[in-house]
Each structure stands twice: as C-alpha cells, then as structure tokens.
C-alpha cells in the first residue's frame, strides 16, 4: 500500500517492555511512535539503544510525552522548570526525538493568565530551538485554566515562536464536547501534532474517563471522521497518532493491539473518502453480503452423533457430503449447516467456521486483507473451490462464499448429493438470523471494529446482561439490510475466578411462525430450554398480552419482546455441553432487536439445565 | 452469639441462582433476605417453593423489591399501575412477603406533583392493606423528581397511611452528599426498611456507580457509622439489610461473599457501641499486635536449597529445627524467618503463614473468629504450642502468637536451638517492615475489610499501578503504630488472558541503611533487581538529590522516594521463581508509605529479569 499518511501510536497504547511495544509497532506498520515518558523509565535500554532499536524496525520517535505543568508559574518555578526542560531535551537529542508534549498546567497553583503562558513558552520554545527540539502545546480536558484547543491555539499565537505549536488531542476536544470546526482556522504549520482516540459515551469524570476507557477510532462514539475531516481541510499532513489509555489494551497481546490499532487508523482515514483528501491507496469497497452460506460447526465424534440426530429431528436433511473431507451437509429452505467432525477433543461442538454469501468473493478477501485480516489457507484438492477465508479475533474462520451451483467458485460443487435426501417434515426453519460469539474480554472491542471494518457491519451501542455468573458485555452487528448479523458477548471483568462466565456460542435460525416451530420440534422429542414459570406471571403483569398467546408460550418455552418496530418471539434448543445451542426466532413487524431483555432469563436457565449446566452466556 | 439486631441481605448481592443465594445467606447466618424480583423470575421454583425453601432454612423473605415509576402519574398510567402492582402482590402472598419497596419514579413522563404523589401512593397503600402488605417508598438518587430522603419521607407524612412508610438507603443518601442528621427526625415507625452499602468515593454519573460499585460498609468510603447511628437514634429497630450491587461480588463465590457481608455488619454495628444501642453482645476488642513473630515461606525441595544459600547470604543464621517438622528457623536481630519443606510442587515458593506478635492471641483469635474467620487447626505435638491460627480470604494463614521463651504458649520452645549458630555478619536487617500478598480480584475488597476487621489494621485509599502487563489495584494497611503493615495486590480487571499480571508476593525487611546493606549483599553475591539507568536519570531532572546519593543508588539499585514527612530507600533482592521475593527497605524521618511511585519501574525490570521473568505484581 503505497501511502503518503505517516501513522504512529503512543507506546502507552500497548502492553509489554518498550522493546516489545516498538517491535509490535514495527511490525503492525506504524511509521513512527509517540514515546511514553514511563516506558522509557522502566527501559533496561539506554536512551541510544532505543534510537537504535527504533531506527533498525524502521521507526520514527515522532514526539517525546508528557511534559507537566510548565507555564503559568512564577518565576521560581519558571528557573526549575526550564532545568527540568533541558534535562528532557538531553534525553531527546540522545533519543534523536525533536518534538516534545507539553501538557496544559493541573496544579492548583498555576496562575490563570495567558500573557504570562504565552511568555513562558515562548522562553521555552527558545531553549528548545537552539537544541533543534519544537515544542507542542495541549489542552487537557482537565487542565487548571487551559481546557480547550480554542485557547491553548489562542496562546500559542501570542507567544508567536515558529519553534512553538499546538497538539490536537480528539479525546480533548470531544470529550468536553467541543466543535472542531475551529480547528481549519488555525494555520496547518502552528499544528504540531494531532493525537486520535475515540471512547464509548460515559458519564464519569474525565480525567479517570481518558485514562481507562479510550479506546482506538471505530470502536467508540466519538465523531472521529468529523475531528480528523476538520484537522486535514486546516491543511495538517503531519502524522496521525493513536494516543489510547484503555485498562484491557494494557493486559492484551501487544502485536494484536497494534495491529487493531493499524486497522482503526485505515478504516478511518478510508471513511474519508472521497469527500477529503487523504492521500495513498482507497481501500477497496465493502463487498455487499446477502446472508449466510452455512455455518461449520466442529464436532468431535461423540457429539457428532447428538448433533446429527438433533439436526435431523429439527428438520434437516443430510443432503451432501465433502468430496474430500469428514465434512457434511445439512439443509432445510434456505439454512445449511456443516458438521465437520475434528480429532480435537475438550473446546467442541463450536462454531469452526461461519461462511457469508458475497456478491464477489474476492472482493471480499482483498478488502478484509487490506485491513490485515489474517487469511486462512483452507486445503482443497485440485478440483474444489479454493474458499476465500479470514480469521476473525476470536479465531472463528470467515468464509466468503457464492452458493451458485454452477459457478466455479461456489463451495456446493465439493459436496457430493446424497440421492433422495429430503427430510421427511422441515420444521418451517428459513434462514439463519444471527450467529453469537463468545469473546475473551480482550477481543471484544478489537472484533466488534473487525466486523465493522471488515464486513461493513454497522454496531449497536454495548449492553451489560446480567448472568447469574457475573455481568455479560454484548454487542450486536449487522449489515444495512440486515442479511448478516453478529452478537458478540464477552464477560465484563475478564475471567475472575470462581464464577467467572465462560463463553457459549448459539446460532439463530428464523422462522415466521415460532409457536408452530416449537409445537413441532416439541412433539418430535427436541429438548427446548425450559423457561421459569416466573417469567410468563410477570409478562402478563409488564404487557398487555393475549392470553392465548401467554399460555402457549409459557407451554412451549417461548420468549418475547416488543418494540416500537414489531414482536420477537423466540426459543432456544440445548446441545449437550455447555459450548454451543441454537435459538430459533420469529421478528414480527419491523423489530430488529435480539431480545437482549430476556438474556439474563436464559442464562439462568441455562444455568440449572442438566444439559448445559453453568456458566452459558450471551444473547 | 445472641443477638436482637435482625441481619439481611439483598439477592442481588450475591451471584448465583436464587436457590444458591438463599443457602449461602442462612449459612452466613443472615435472618432474612431482599427478594430481588429478576433472580425470582429466573428462578425454576414457583413462589410457594421460594417461600417453603427460604422457610425450611429459616430466612425471612423481609421485602420484594423493586417495584418502578409508580406516582407521579396521569390517571390513566394509575390505572395500569395499579393493576401490576395487584399483581405484584398475588406473587408476595404466594411468597409470604408483606412489605414492597417503590422506588421514586425516574420517567420522563413522572409529573412534578408531591401531592399527587401522596395521593396515589395512599391509593397504594389502601390496596395493599386489604392484603396485609406495607409499602416502603424510596428516593433513588437519580430519581426524576424525589431525589432525597427528605422528599420522599414528606410525600410519605403527606399521604398518611399506616401501610405507607418510608425505606432509607445509605447509598442513595450519602452519593448525593445528604446530610443523614435528619432522619432521626422521622418517626421510628415510617421507618419501613433501611439497606446498607459502602462505595468508594468515584466521580462518576450516579446510576452508574450505584449498580457496579457499590461495597460492603466498610469496605469503601462513605461514613456508614454515622449514617446509621442516625437510624438507630430515630428509633428504628427493624432489619438491616445489605444491598450491593457489585460487578465483582456478581461473579464471587455467594457462600465467600455472604460471609464477607455478614462480617461488614457485625464490624458496623460494633464499631457504633458504646455510645449508641446496638442489643446483642459485643465483639472481642482488638487485641494490639506489637509486630511479626516470623513468617513462614513454604518451599519445595528444590526452592529450599536456593532459600537456604539466599538467606545465609542475608546475614540471617540458622538457629532451630523445628522438633517435629521439617521446618527450619532462621534469625538476624529482630527477623525470623521460617523455611518449611512442603511436599507440593507448583505455586512454591509462597508465604505460607504470618505469624503476629499479639498481646493475647487467645483474644485475638476470640475476635477472629467472632469476625468469622476461618479457624485453621495445626497439628503439633502434645508438649508443643498450640498456636492460635486463622485463614485469611487468600488462604494465607495468620498465626496469633507470643515469642517470650518463657511463656508455656510461645511457639518458640518447639524449636531446638542449633548450637553456636551465628551469622558470620549480619546484614542489618532490624525487622520485618511489611508483607505484599497478591489477590485474586475476587478477594480484594474482602481481605482489606477482613484485616481491616479481625486486626485493627486501617486501610489507606486504594492506588493503580502500572505494570507491563496491565493495571494493579493496590491497597496498604497498618496498625495504628505500623507495627505491623501489609500490602495487598490485584489485576484490576481480573484475569484478562494473554498478558493477564499473575500475583507475587513479597516479604519487606525494614533497617537503617539501605545504601549499606545492598553495598555489603552485593559484595556477597547477593544478585539484586537491576534497576534502568533511565529511572536515575528522571530521579536527578525531578528531585533536587545529592550527586553522592543518586548515583549510589544507580549504582546498587535502589530506589527513592520522598514524601513531606521522610524519605524512602529500597531494593529488591530475587528468588529463582516469579513468586515471591525480598525487599530491603530504610524508612527515614516518618515516612509512612510503600513507595507505590516506583512500583512500576520494579514490576518492569522483574519484567526482563532472567530470574523472575514475565510477570510479577504489587508494591
């Protein structure tokens, strides 16, 4: 990807010794980084070794931070600062660094006079000059007297020094709600530098806000597309740096970061297009989706055969096996599913792989690698289709497909029919709806941007699910026109110990009659989850119900919820173990939800059911 | 323990299914129970069920709750509002429960009326008279319109029904910053219910901090004390009842969690006598402690040669064999250190018990075990000590214990002094300054208030650290006369997966000069923790040091830090193994910290340090 953006990220952003958070950084393709002041602390390195080291992975040291509570002093404090300056500025030259952060003053005794910060810095800037060193100036959200870039631009101007500019922080400036539209005002030689980070709307002090919750471009709530759309028409070509605090990203994998970081700054940037300039290669377009091709579920021998006589009472006709592989077909209307027994043992049944129908499927894969997703090379003999593949966070497999029979890239070919296979009675199941994935907490973030920027899904905001084993995060994805949709769960405090909620995985199939469906497979011996009477005596108190309907759900193990849009009536089948179930629902109306308000409610039935047992989660 | 305060706990403070909470809060010894409607609706039993179980193990179902956005309404929402509470009450009677809890309404729609308001929760309670039922209104803290207790409690006198009283929650009162001193201005019998919760003192939107933060009392930072010696002045003798709504407690064991709740009490309603009437028997006072008696490193074979050759190294000299055990005493002045041989191999070596220096540990372990600390029974020899012993949350064991040689109760008899054992030189190490023990984040809140409790130690605000592998919660506590201080570490977002911070434990000698020691354990070959040239080097731009005494201290690593009241030096010593090491500190003038400052640097260069490697916490 040839490219004119120089991209870098603070080493803070990522976990590890300095050496590890460079070497990560390098390889993610960052061009340079910001130095953390701490990381190069704690460093077994001198400060030459991280020049050196920096140099040999091809990176930039494109600004040295922070810097504290400089301006706005008295003259006592003025004479200790500048030591402390021209000790920083040694450890710069040795570093090879030439811009340093300096942070609006915190401290309770900072005078509140710009004419006073603008000569101070100015005298800064002076010293810095005759080292080669040019200083930039932020605004923090929480700084004594300067809190927005409106001043902290208003008193670099005074100061008037071509040595002296501003940083541009987008968690400043949104955080505290203000509008960047003043930023094309500043001219683009006073903008030093422009730090990016995004965090999810929460209503907490701000300072405690920036240093835990920031999280990279896409993955939050901010308007980083309006910040950075005002910060290039100002005429910025400077580097975009990700500045980001986030408590997970400081306990995850540093190379996984980076590169979730490398992403969110290419989706970014793409999203740009066409309206600014952003110079370097477009991506290539997000390829239209059309639903699901089958999901894989991976099965060890033993659950194979509960899968297959499961399969086969919930109306699926085995209709095809794999020319080549322990693979098998399963079919009802327009659901395929896969069964593909591994040798693998403990982790299984689970979703191995889950296989979208894309207009073009090498569209698909261009897009997703150019957006480092890692591809997957599937074997196949010669004959077969040569899958297009991904692998998503989590590891789960994403195949893109076209189910076409007579197109050569179509997966269907490998199959060989099986003659006459035709279930006896299909239970009326159409399509699958939406597939859920259990995450590691230290996926959660990086896959909901994955699927984002990936497969252009659009995210709903985060839910907290109340599991009788702590609390669930979850978020759901879903394309425009909602032929693909994704739920992603992960426990909200890692895995703590004791009852820590482990993760299951559920595939939903739609029906357009859920009572009938569940009669149906009901009498044909499919164990439905069994839902506490509770539940229904405080539906008929919350909602004014049909009682026919209340009893026959209550009878069937049925859920519901409304919304403004419509109705969702929905039920859940176990497998044995604990890993993996399936859900089938009905949308009535326009509803578009998952019936997250009922997740709690099976969790806890989960939870009791000799099937499953503890600690299923998600919705 | 006869007792006439009655105790309760609300479900959702506790993980679990209904049934799993109910046993855990009668084993705690909890009288009776807030029902928590969501863990009824999940629950398989039907209500008569609830009340048979919560009956047969003798837990009184003392309110069911919540019941939402009931006054304040238009005449038509009355109506439905009506019939749900109906409803609402044909479930209480199916439970035995005769009281509800409204909470103040939080809809956009409640209508700004504190008349209207009375009078339809006058309605309210005439209904519910006709059942047997009582009505506790409560204002929630982020209610639309009622927002504190004096509102509520005026609604209440206004509405004027003997079913109609108010419920009072320290949570909702002491957030908002209320001032408690008017509640014994309500009569004691409007005094419907009163919950309990401590929270740690965060700015963060209300709502928010009460559903993920909420702490037993005492384990936070809100004056539970004076709140309810307010209650007690009103004349209020009805239950009191813990409601904690906790991210952490929600994914606890519920049997762990219970008794960590029953302990918050039985501290609470003791630390109120004398002055105010609390019926029921005292706790045991605490007993002062004057010190550590040893501690006791549990190793493996191979772990005790390595400890054997380091301690001799130390300047500690083997001075007894235990007569009955393979337990080894090793001394320098007013250190002892234990080595005991254990079989097990894995999570060695560890700090195996601390045994403190108690006045009366007869007493002390009297006021443990009142407390509910687990009494652990250690076998020995009938001529041998019978050493009082309890397990702290951690599994660490805590000895009570006397070293006067000739007191029949001193441990010290059981071992057989070793013939003219002297240390060629000691090091100088005078005592032993202070334990670090890593936590599981599930045990973090509950061992702060567990020594907080059983040993009198006051606890300091809670720190943040930053490791390479992500943040550590921290927290110190000492005696009044820091005789005795320990320091407890956690992940602060649990086990998070790839780079997750592992606990280690570490064992703080105190003496009076640091420079010395590590200049006299280097020339024996003691290996200390190298310390980054780097950190000298920020140490000499920050602080205004003596050039002598920085670079001794780069020199031989040690660390510095400087509060108002003295100065802190420290080095730390490694053992082969990432769990446990020394620390060697020198405390001067009255400094009373840990050095949390350095914490980082030390966890970074454990780090990279061939001997510990990857992941090592705490300060």
């Not at 004479?79 to 500025?89: G, I, L, M």
């Not at 269907?412 to 597939?435: C, Y």
Request: hydrophobic share 45%; glycine share 8%; charged share 25%.
């Amino acid at each position: 990807m040839t490219d004119a953006v120089r991209r870098a990220i603070a080493t803070v952003s990522l976990s590890g010794t300095l050496e590890e958070k460079l070497l990560a950084s390098a390889r993610a393709g960052f061009d340079g980084v910001e130095l953390f002041e701490p990381d190069l602390l704690s460093s077994q390195l001198t400060h030459v070794e991280v020049q050196e080291y920096a140099y040999d992975l091809g990176l930039a040291i494109m600004l040295y931070q922070p810097f504290r509570d400089f301006e706005g002093v008295s003259d006592a404090a003025l004479a200790r600062n500048v030591r402390r300056a021209e000790s920083k500025f040694d450890v710069m030259e040795r570093l090879g660094a030439d811009l340093i952060l300096v942070c609006s003053n915190v401290s309770e005794h900072a005078i509140d006079d710009d004419e006073l910060a603008a000569a101070q810095l100015h005298q800064l800037a002076e010293r810095a000059a005759s080292r080669g060193i040019r200083v930039a100036y932020e605004a923090l959200a929480w700084g004594r007297h300067v809190r927005d870039y409106e001043r902290s631009w208003a008193i670099v101007a005074a100061a008037d020094h071509p040595q002296l500019g501003v940083c541009l922080d987008s968690f400043h400036i949104l955080s505290r709600g203000g509008d960047p539209r003043g930023i094309r005002e500043i001219p683009a030689e006073k903008i030093f530098f422009v730090q990016l980070a995004d965090a999810p709307r929460l209503v907490m002090d701000v300072l405690q806000w920036s240093r835990h919750y920031r999280c990279f471009p896409g993955q939050g709530g901010f308007d980083l597309r309006g910040f950075l759309g005002q910060v290039l028409d100002a005429g910025y070509d400077g580097p975009l740096s990700l500045e980001v605090f986030n408590d997970v990203f400081r306990q995850s994998d540093p190379q996984r970061t980076a590169i979730d970081a490398m992403r969110s700054l290419l989706f970014l940037e793409d999203g740009l297009r066409p309206a600014r300039t952003v110079e370097g290669a477009a991506l290539p377009a997000p390829v239209p989706l059309r639903g699901y091709a089958f999901v894989e579920l991976g099965v060890d021998f033993e659950s194979s055969l509960a899968a297959q006589r499961l399969l086969a009472a919930m109306g699926f006709a085995r209709v095809g096996e794999h020319r080549s592989k322990r693979v098998e077909l399963w079919q009802q209307a327009d659901v395929r599913v896969v069964l593909s027994c591994t040798s693998g043992v403990g982790d299984v049944p689970r979703v191995a792989a889950i296989a979208l129908e894309s207009v073009d499927p090498a569209g698909s894969l261009r897009r997703a690698t150019e957006l480092l997703a890692p591809v997957v090379a599937l074997r196949h003999q010669p004959e077969e289709a040569d899958i297009a593949a991904i692998s998503a966070p989590d590891g789960t497999a994403i195949f893109f497909c076209r189910t076409e029979s007579n197109d050569e890239t179509s997966w269907f070919g490998d199959f060989e029919a099986i003659a006459g296979a035709e279930a006896d009675s299909p239970a009326n199941l159409l399509q699958i709806d939406h597939v859920a994935l259990s995450q590691p907490l230290d996926c959660f973030d990086e896959a909901a941007l994955f699927y984002r920027s990936v497969l252009d899904l659009q995210p709903r905001d985060r839910e907290e699910l109340a599991s009788p084993d702590g609390l669930v995060r979850s978020r759901a994805l879903a394309d425009s026109e909602a032929h693909v949709r994704f739920v992603l769960n992960a426990p909200a405090l890692g895995d703590g110990g004791y009852g820590a909620a482990a993760g299951a995985q559920h595939v939903a199939f739609a029906c357009d009659d859920a009572l009938l469906a569940a009669r149906v497979l009901s009498e044909r011996g499919v164990r439905t989850l069994r839902i506490s009477d509770n539940y229904y005596d405080d539906l008929a108190a919350r909602l004014d119900l049909e009682p026919t309907l209340l009893e026959a759900m209550r009878e069937l193990g049925v859920l519901y919820d409304r919304s403004d849009d419509g109705e969702f009536l929905h039920f859940y089948i176990e497998m044995p173990g604990a890993r993996l179930f399936f859900e089938i629902v009905e949308r009535r109306g326009r509803y578009d939800g998952y019936g997250a308000v009922n997740s709690p409610i099976r969790m806890a039935a989960q939870r009791t059911s000799p099937l499953v047992g503890p600690r299923a989660v998600g919705h």
